[in-house]
C-alpha cells in the first residue's frame, strides 16, 4: 500500500509525519524511514534541512548554504544519497511502515528515495510519503494507480495506520 498526503503551508507535512513518526514509535510499532526537521538560522539566510532517520541517532543534513543571494537548489546530493543508503539498510528489519519526507524533484528524476518506494512495496511494506501539488502529476505516473490519498490530519494518518496493521 502507498498512501500519500498533500499538505499546504511551508513545514507542515514535515510536521504530520514527524508526529505520526513519534506517536507510532511511542506505541512500538517497528517503522523505518526519514522525517524532515527545518532548522532556522536567521532573516538573511534559508533554513538548514536535516532529515532524521527514524529509529536512529542519524541526522543527515540535506541542505547547503550556497549563500544569501543564491536562487537555486540548495539540496546536498550527497547528503540525501546517505540517508537514502541508511533507509534501504533498514528495510531489512521489515518495518511496519516506510515514512518518507516527501517525493520530490529527486524522486521524479529517478533518484533519491524512489527506489527505495520500489523495494518496501516489493517486500510488502506499506509506504507513506509527501507530496507538493506542484509534484503530484509525477507522483501519479510514478505510482501507476497504486497510491491512496490520507487526509493530512493526524487523526486520519492514525486511521490509516491501524488499518494497515489490521489488514497485515
Given at each position: 500500500m502507498l498512501g500519500y498526503i498533500t499538505a499546504e503551508g511551508r513545514g507542515v507535512s514535515d510536521r504530520l509525519l514527524a508526529e505520526l513518526a513519534q506517536d507510532l514509535l511511542?506505541?512500538?510499532v517497528p517503522v523505518a524511514g526519514v522525517i524532515q526537521i527545518n532548522r532556522e538560522t536567521g532573516v538573511d539566510r534559508h533554513c538548514d534541512m536535516d532529515l532524521?532517520?527514524?529509529g536512529h541517532a542519524h541526522l543527515v543534513r540535506i541542505s547547503q548554504n550556497l549563500g544569501q543571494y543564491a536562487r537555486g537548489c540548495r539540496l546536498y546530493p550527497?547528503?540525501?544519497e546517505t540517508a537514502v543508503g541508511l533507509v534501504e539498510a533498514d528495510l531489512a528489519r521489515a518495518p511496519?511502515?516506510?515514512i518518507l519526507n516527501k517525493f520530490g524533484k529527486s524522486e521524479l528524476e529517478g533518484r533519491g528515495f524512489r527506489n527505495?518506494?520500489?523495494l518496501a512495496l516489493s517486500d510488502g511494506i506499506p509506504v507513506l510519503i509527501a507530496v507538493k501539488n506542484a509534484n503530484l502529476a509525477g507522483f501519479q505516473s510514478f505510482a501507476d494507480g497504486l497510491a491512496q490519498e490520507v487526509a493530512a490530519d493526524p487523526q486520519a494518518l492514525m486511521a490509516w495506520c491501524e488499518k494497515l496493521r489490521t489488514a497485515r
Open positions: 511511542a506505541r512500538r532524521q532517520v527514524l550527497d547528503g540525501l511496519a511502515l516506510l527505495v518506494i520500489g
